[in-house]
Structure formats: C-alpha cells, structure tokens
C-alpha cells in the first residue's frame, strides 16, 4: 500500500520570505502522481500543484515550485515571497493511474503560518 | 459554472440516527470519492464509484453505505453503526481518462453527533 508522511505538522515563515515543506511517500508503482492540496479556513480543497512521476523537470506555477527527488521518494514544496493568502494546511497526495479510480492517498498535513 | 456541491455544510445528528450527506456535480465526471478528515489525520478514503450503480470500500467504509444512481450523485449515509461519526466529509469527483488528471472537491460537510 501507498504511504504519504509529511513531517512537519506546523510551520511558519515571515512575509514575503520563502518557506520549504517536507513530503516523503512509499510506493513499488513506477508510475505515478504527485500533488499539493492547500486547505484554507474555508476548508476548500485547492490544487497547488502536481507532478508526474516520469517527468524529470520539477514543476512550477508562479510562486509555488517542487524539488521531486524520485529515487528518494521526496516531494517537497517551495513557496517563495509567502503572502498572507499562503496561510493554509497544506497536504501532501500521491495518486497511481488506475482507469476509473485515481483515489488519492493523503499525508497529515501540514499547518502553515505566514507572520507579518 | 461546473463543480461540485455538497449539502447541507453543516449537520448535527442525535446518536442512534442515520444522516445521509448529499454530493452533486455537474463535472461530467465518471468517478466519484467520499473522504473523512479528521485533525492530525489527513483524508481517508471512505468509499468510491467509478460508474453508475457501481461502488467500492475505500479504507475506512464501515458504518458508511453510499449509492450511485446517477452519475452527478453520491450521497453518503451515515449509519448508527459508525461508532465516530464526528469529522468533516469531503466528496470529490475525477474524470476518467486513464491517466491521473486533478480530483474536485466539494466545500465539505461537518457532521457532529449531538
């Protein structure tokens, strides 16, 4: 069975700093999806970001970027110049492409604080 | 505008009672998911349909019996036989393509026992 741990259950970064959180996974798949979910107090589950197992380019979209290190089963996320809006829990997923169930698998979370 | 709705955001059940959450999308999406959060916990899968009339146990599905009638719904019962009912539920939808494309999610449901 799959396996996601985020390690971190808080963090917290000044403003306009830039702020690292930790993923590993557990998997025998070789192919593979990887995703950032951000959970704001609305509870609203948004797509950060998501990568692809066989794609050795990490992914990028505008302040939010990944260091996807496959042989070490690591997925971080970087959030660069952090903004008040960055304040959320954040959750690490992993996905395995199965026709008709792509359920994802979730880590813990981790709760990001930005500090003004 | 497409998505996926759930209702009612909030639900209070006295014990002994069974309490269904409704899950609607109008996505056109093929599969559908049922999540419990709970704090420190993450998501966990309760149960899951890939087609109409069709469904399957995820990790955590006893005390929970979903249908799939149509393909925009999912509800989800909670049955007296959940011994924690307590937690927030999140319902999201996928498209079948057979790569793994992005899930949609509801706004989520918080259901207390009273």
């Known amino acids: 069975a799959q396996t996601v741990t985020q390690s971190q259950p808080e963090m917290s970064v000044q403003e306009a700093e830039t702020v690292t959180l930790s993923c590993t996974y557990d998997?025998?798949?070789?192919?593979?999806?990887l995703f950032w979910y951000k959970q704001p107090p609305s509870r609203q589950m948004i797509l950060v970001i998501r990568?692809?197992?066989?794609?050795?380019q990490n992914a990028t979209e505008n302040r939010f970027s990944v260091n996807f290190q496959k042989a070490a089963k690591s997925f971080s996320l970087k959030i660069s110049d952090s903004q008040l809006g960055d304040a959320a829990m954040y959750f690490c997923?992993?996905?395995?492409?199965?026709?008709?169930?792509?359920?994802?698998?979730f880590g813990t979370g981790t709760r990001l604080t930005i500090i003004p | 505008d497409g998505g996926i709705t759930q209702s009612p955001k909030y639900l209070f059940r006295k014990e002994g009672q069974n309490v269904t959450l409704s899950c609607e999308q109008n996505l056109n999406h093929d599969a559908m998911y049922w999540y419990r959060q709970d704090p420190g916990q993450g998501l966990r899968l309760i149960y899951y349909?890939?087609?109409?009339?069709?469904?399957q146990k995820g990790d955590i599905a006893e005390g929970y019996s979903v249908s799939r009638e149509k393909k925009e719904s999912f509800p989800l019962t909670v049955t007296s036989a959940q011994k924690n009912p307590t937690a927030f539920y999140l319902c999201?939808?996928?498209?079948?393509?057979?790569?793994?494309?992005?899930?949609?999610f509801g706004q989520g449901t918080r259901l207390t026992v009273v």
């Open positions: 990568q692809e197992a066989y794609k050795q």
């Open positions: 999201a939808s996928t498209l079948q393509t057979g790569s793994v494309t992005e899930a949609f």
């Open positions: 349909s890939q087609i109409v009339n069709d469904f």
């Open positions: 997923a992993y996905s395995h492409p199965n026709f008709g169930n792509e359920k994802l698998t």
């Open positions: 998997t025998s798949e070789s192919d593979y999806y």
